[in-house]
């Protein structure tokens, strides 16, 4: 068809496998396991459905916004909040990285920031993890267009210490620099407080993981109000009502109830500690983690072999068949009964 | 600063005013003055907010999306659903637009066309309606990069027959054609058998205006299931969970519940009919709307003037300072106690 001469091609991302099957243990997307604050559930109930028939309100105007001021101690103009931290991503790739200059971020990391690239026909290069999958600063010297990085990192779960993310922001002052901080939660020091002295820097959070909203897609960036106007520029020449009002009611409840949120932090780091005991007991080597996974390798039977056969038995994790990593496991931290059963499944494994 | 060099650069689409005020009379952004149908808030008051710890199902497997296909005797893979119409025509925009030649539009039309178009640096040409705000079909002959215009248009209300959505579509078949339809419910007649016909055709419409629920922001086009491929192929490029937990589930009652659905639109196009009488006894003309708007213009006193009263009055109606449309205004139909009070209020100003 003479149409198709006109479209845009790519290679979408492949997200991790959402069995719809009961029973199923899901240690494969890096959910949280346990249920979002009990707020949410009550704003829910509450939630007038007439309310539903207007447009929601913009968010930056909201309670949500204000919360998550309040809960950072910055300005409600210093947030962006967006349809899961991937919308917020996508946006800041479409806003920022305009250069003819390469972009730059690790060859192993958040599997998106390739494709976000395609997709808005930016110039990248990967720049190798060294042998233990750090990150090493002085790949970021060179002129680049931009440059993006988890931290901690994705899928390894490895954090770099917040001198090294100051070194990375200083050295780049001419573009605009962005830490994923997706898994910062589980013990890992954010690089927020950097906001205040580069104006180039862009900190992006997510309620998919800590705040156990993965369902409801919130994510938000923040940094100085210059950045995030020209988000808020280009987010309303693309939709102006990206939040519906049920996810900019529900959020606000998962910012308020902080010793909720600490608690659920706290068991599943308490959890991470005993599967590091529990994994290397079973002949699996990782890295030091500070997310809610762990990316492990065996040491004798390969990981692919592992994961098909952790999926006979109804347990999902995930696997990439992807150079450097083939042979790794992204195990999601579950609850301490969908652990065992994981130790159990590997037993007859490995 | 340097970084701002490698900004994308918009100006945005300014959405219509959102006063949060209570007790205002709010007739300017199309929305339903009446509730969702009241499976909406059952089926939030069902749902167990544990659920929202997960991410959310893929639209194109969600009972929203077999509650559609159902409704429109079509298939699932014949439909994509996203963030209200909005996000599913800047998709469109983004995916099917990359022609060096020009996408045609009207020059009165939804004003976020040509945001999208420069967003994604596509060319564009308007075509100018004739003298009562109508499409001339024989505009969309010359060669382009694809056709887009609302049917009823937008902020016209105005409705193009079939045979001429028709005949647009059968002399563009080297482009997509987008006939947005956001209003059709309101009395126009969809271009969506003509699907089955032309592989060129998208048809999309909203859950914003007729089904009440524009708080929840949930669109979808339709079309064959190559065009809805390769749609999905750039929204996984994008961000691979776009609809919350939320939006899913709560869509499907709005599709099923057919009567009440029916009862509302007709509830709105009887309101419409004494508008028109309402408003022509005092000095209003417009044209014949098909929409849950009229586009009124009055005999003697200018539309801003009007605009301007009617605020003080916190009666909020939408009003362009744009060529050909500056002395109209755009005035949603809500309820008959809230039209009545704004019978009254142009009482005292014309």
Chains 1, 2 share one sequence.
């Not at 198709?4 to 719809?20: A, C, I, L």
């Not at 309100?57 to 991937?86: N, R, W």
């Not at 020091?189 to 156990?212: C, G, H, M, W």
């Not at 959020?251 to 608690?263: I, K, P």
Request: charged fraction near 25%; glycine fraction near 6%; hydrophobic fraction near 40%.
């Amino acid at each position: 068809m003479k149409w198709e001469e006109n479209v845009r091609k790519v290679v979408p991302y492949t997200p991790g496998e959402q069995p719809q099957k009961a029973g199923i243990i899901k240690l494969n997307t890096n959910e949280n396991p346990y249920a979002p604050a009990p707020g949410v559930a009550r704003a829910m109930a509450e939630l007038d459905a007439e309310r539903l028939r207007l447009y929601p309100a913009f968010p930056e105007k909201t309670d949500l916004a204000k919360a998550l001021a309040a809960h950072y101690h910055i300005g409600t103009d210093q947030i962006f909040i967006g349809v899961g931290s991937d919308d917020v991503l996508s946006m800041i790739f479409m806003t920022f990285f305009q250069s003819d200059k390469p972009v730059f971020f690790p060859d192993i990391t958040y599997s998106f920031y390739d494709v976000w690239a395609d997709v808005y026909r930016i110039p990248y290069e990967t720049k190798a993890l060294d042998s233990d999958f750090l990150i090493r600063p002085e790949d970021y010297k060179q002129p680049n267009g931009g440059v993006i990085f988890p931290n901690p990192n994705a899928p390894t779960g490895e954090v770099m210490p917040l001198t090294m993310v100051e070194e990375i922001v200083k050295n780049n002052r001419d573009v605009v620099v962005v830490v994923d901080e997706a898994y910062i939660d589980f013990g890992g020091i954010s690089a927020l407080p950097l906001i205040e002295k580069y104006d180039n820097l862009l900190v992006v959070q997510t309620f998919s993981k800590s705040r156990s909203l993965a369902g409801m897609r919130i994510g938000y960036a923040m940094g100085q109000p210059q950045l995030i106007r020209y988000l808020n520029d280009v987010k309303y020449s693309v939709n102006s009502y990206t939040m519906n009002t049920t996810a900019l009611v529900l959020g606000v409840e998962a910012v308020l109830d902080e010793a909720y949120f600490e608690n659920c932090c706290k068991k599943i780091m308490e959890t991470r500690g005993r599967a590091e005991e529990e994994l290397a007991k079973r002949g699996f080597v990782f890295p030091k983690s500070c997310a809610n996974f762990i990316f492990a390798s065996h040491r004798s039977v390969p990981a692919r072999e592992i994961f098909e056969k952790l999926k006979q038995n109804d347990i999902y994790v995930r696997w990439w068949n992807k150079e450097r990593i083939e042979n790794y496991l992204r195990i999601t931290i579950g609850t301490d009964e969908q652990m065992e059963a994981l130790y159990r499944a590997l037993d007859q494994i490995v």
